[in-house]
Structure formats: structure tokens, C-alpha cells
């Protein structure tokens, strides 16, 4: 089925490791976008790319780095773990969200101990 | 900066009631409103998307209007089933660093 994937699905890590989350799109939208989801405070945006070769910081950046492979992929990095980074994490697609909204994949539970 | 609120954060109904939910928005300068469904464990499922020069959209039985003079959002879903147990998220497009989700209704669908 077309969509966004993520992976992985569970994550548990110590503090101070470091991971990668993938994501991956397959409907040739332009935009991609990583957002984390806390109990209480709604999704918040981490990092986007409007377009391929290009990233820009959301609402809640630091600790995070972002690639943009290609088109159809953007992975999140986490460079040294903390356990205020406990989250989900939500990828999103959008061909141009302004007219056609957002396509979210089944997130990532990372678990920071 | 946007705040975009939902009340209740919960509401539990019998099976075959008519339910509003309520999204209200402070800032009107939105492009458009998106409602998603998220079930427990998963991600976000998109229902309805409005413009900010439509009044509203219709998906079989959900209904999403839009007032943007008075920063409001309701869905419509008639006749509940329990499988429309959910929670309910909206969300405002202001452009691409300005998308500002609500934290959702859980709704509970009794059979």
C-alpha cells in the first residue's frame, strides 16, 4: 500500500546512545516532516523539508539532526540521547499540505532510560 | 503563535447518537483545517481537509465545517458506531512552520 514508513517501531535506548529513525514515502511528495508527540502537548514539529535539498528547523529542534537522502526519504537523527527525547515520533508527507494536507506514518515509540 | 484547543478532551456516547466535535483556533489567518482520526498505538489518519475559502467538507458520515471569523472547527459524525472510537485531532495550516495541532478528543462509541 502507498503511504509513509517508519521504522523502527520500538526503540529503547540508553542515555548518551545515538540512532537513527528512517522514514520513507512513496507518493512523490515534495515535503517531508518529523514531529514528536507527548501526552498532553499535541504533536509538535521537529524538522521539515519543503523540498528535496532542502531541511529547516520546526518548533522543537535541539537535540536533533535531520537528512533528506532523496525524495522520497528523511530520516531524524539522535545524536546523544536523553530522556526528555522519550517520545513518539511521527513522520509526515504532503504533496503540498497548503491544498492537499498531510500523510503520517505509524510512528516510532522511543523509549530513553 | 496559534493555540488550538479541543473540547472536551473526552466524550463517551452511545451507538447511533449524532456527535459535534469542537476545534476553535485564536489565530484566523489559516490556509486551511485538517482532521485526522489517530487510533491507540498508531498514527494519524487524515478524515478532512477544509479550505480557508470553503465553508465545509462531507465524508460518508463525518461532516467538517469551518467558521474563521470566529475560529471555530466542528466535525459532524451521525450516527455513531463503536468502531468511530478514536481520538479526534485538528489541526490549522498557517504554512509549513505554522501547522499547531490540537491535543484531541477521545471519543467513546457505547455499543
Known amino acids: 500500500n502507498a503511504g509513509v514508513t517508519q521504522t523502527p517501531k520500538f526503540q529503547v535506548l540508553k542515555t548518551g546512545q545515538s540512532m537513527t529513525l528512517q522514514c520513507a514515502q512513496d507518493?512523490?511528495?515534495?515535503?517531508m516532516y518529523w514531529y514528536r508527540q507527548d501526552p498532553g502537548m499535541g504533536l509538535r514539529l521537529i524538522y521539515y523539508?519543503?523540498?528535496?535539498?532542502?531541511?529547516d528547523k520546526g518548533e522543537v529542534p535541539n537535540g536533533y539532526n535531520v537528512s533528506r537522502l532523496n525524495k522520497r526519504e528523511f530520516s531524524l537523527r539522535l545524536e546523544s540521547a536523553a530522556p526528555s527525547q522519550t517520545s513518539v515520533y511521527f513522520c509526515?508527507?504532503?504533496?503540498?499540505?497548503?491544498?492537499?494536507?498531510?500523510?503520517f506514518g505509524s510512528g516510532t515509540r522511543l523509549t530513553v532510560v | 503563535k496559534q493555540e488550538v484547543t479541543q473540547i472536551p478532551a473526552a466524550l463517551s456516547v452511545p451507538e447511533g447518537e449524532n456527535l459535534v466535535l469542537n476545534c476553535s483556533f485564536t489565530?484566523?489567518?489559516?490556509?486551511?483545517l485538517q482532521w485526522f482520526r489517530q487510533d491507540p498505538g498508531k498514527g494519524l489518519t487524515s478524515l478532512l481537509l477544509?479550505?480557508?475559502?470553503?465553508r465545509e467538507q462531507t465524508s460518508g458520515r463525518l461532516n467538517a465545517s469551518l467558521d474563521k471569523s470566529s475560529g471555530r472547527s466542528t466535525l459532524y459524525i451521525a450516527a455513531s458506531q463503536p468502531g468511530d472510537s478514536a481520538t479526534y485531532l485538528c489541526?490549522?495550516?498557517?504554512?509549513?512552520?505554522?501547522?499547531?495541532f490540537g491535543t484531541g478528543t477521545k471519543l467513546q462509541v457505547i455499543p
Open positions: 489565530d484566523s489567518a489559516i490556509y486551511n
Open positions: 523539508s519543503a523540498s528535496e535539498g532542502t531541511t
Open positions: 489541526a490549522s495550516s498557517g504554512g509549513y512552520q505554522k501547522v499547531t
Open positions: 509526515a508527507s504532503s504533496e503540498d499540505h497548503l491544498n492537499y494536507g498531510y500523510t
Open positions: 477544509i479550505q480557508s475559502s470553503q
Open positions: 507518493m512523490n511528495h515534495n515535503s
